[in-house]
């Protein structure tokens, strides 16, 4: 990991829906964020703040109406749009407040399926979604469905998922949102730990000021601008 690289490089990011309509509306109004290798970032905002907006963009989800945006040294704007779902899959895990687990699958299928779609042989994914079930304490759940599994379980399942393609990135939107909080808090501890020991760069949306405190830098949004940065009590353990 090199702890000078620019992992996320966004520059005057301006994000607009129904363009030269009467009902034309400006969500972002020139965002600037560089998220650099290696660091557990949080966007802290209240609901409609443009987190979910910005989410989509950093996530490659989504297109910027204006401005420039380089992920991994990658040009995000240029890219057509199966380049973009190539990264997304290889580069981009994504965690939601809502799992996005499929109902009917096991644990083991969910965090198989990135895989599957990435081209990777049965015996490997396999192999491999059994070793990220164990790490995030779900092997005892792999041949469990979701309607089977608690709240926390769930969403250890999807952070195991989105590690399947060994991703550079992991965005979590909301991750503890449907959580209670010492489970909410358990869920925080494995980010954390996938952070300091694997050097994933991790970004967390969230509204929770509390959640943030413990990233290692707190961008804050309000109204589509950001409109502070500071450090969280993370950087501080880090430095320790």
């Known amino acids: 990991m090199d702890e000078n690289k620019v992992m996320i490089d966004a520059r005057g990011v301006i994000k607009k829906f129904n363009i030269g309509k009467e009902n034309e509306l400006e969500i972002l109004h020139g965002i600037d964020i ?15 703040s443009g987190k979910s907006t910005l989410m989509n963009i950093i996530g490659l989800l989504d297109k910027p109406t204006e401005g420039s945006y380089i992920l991994d040294d990658i040009d ?11 990264i997304r899959n290889r580069k981009i895990g ?14 083991l299928n969910n965090v198989e399926l990135p895989m599957l779609y990435a081209g990777v042989g049965l015996r ?8 990220l079930l164990e790490m995030v304490g779900m092997a005892e759940r792999a041949d469990h469905k979701p309607d089977e599994l608690s709240g926390g379980q769930k ?28 489970t909410g808090q358990m869920i925080m501890d494995l980010f954390r730990k996938l952070n300091l020991e694997r ?12 959640l943030a405190e413990e990233t290692d830098r707190i961008l804050t949004l309000k109204d589509g601008n950001i409109i502070g940065e500071r450090r ?9």
């Open 124 to 131: 490997e994914r396999r192999a491999r979604a059994l070793e």
């Open 76 to 86: 995000a704007i240029a890219a057509k749009d199966n380049e973009l779902s190539h």
């Open 94 to 107: 994504f965690v939601f407040q809502n799992y996005n687990l499929i109902p009917r699958a096991t644990s």
């Open 34 to 48: 560089r998220i650099m290798e290696g660091e557990f970032v949080s966007i802290v905002g209240t609901s409609g």
């Open 199 to 210: 050097g994933i760069t991790i970004v967390l949306i969230t509204h929770s000021n509390e």
């Open 155 to 182: 969403q250890r399942v999807a952070i195991a998922r989105a590690l399947a393609n060994d991703p550079s990135i992991i965005l979590a939107d909301e991750p503890t949102g449907a959580l209670d909080s010492v």
């Open 232 to 240: 969280g009590t993370g950087a501080q353990e880090n430095v320790c």
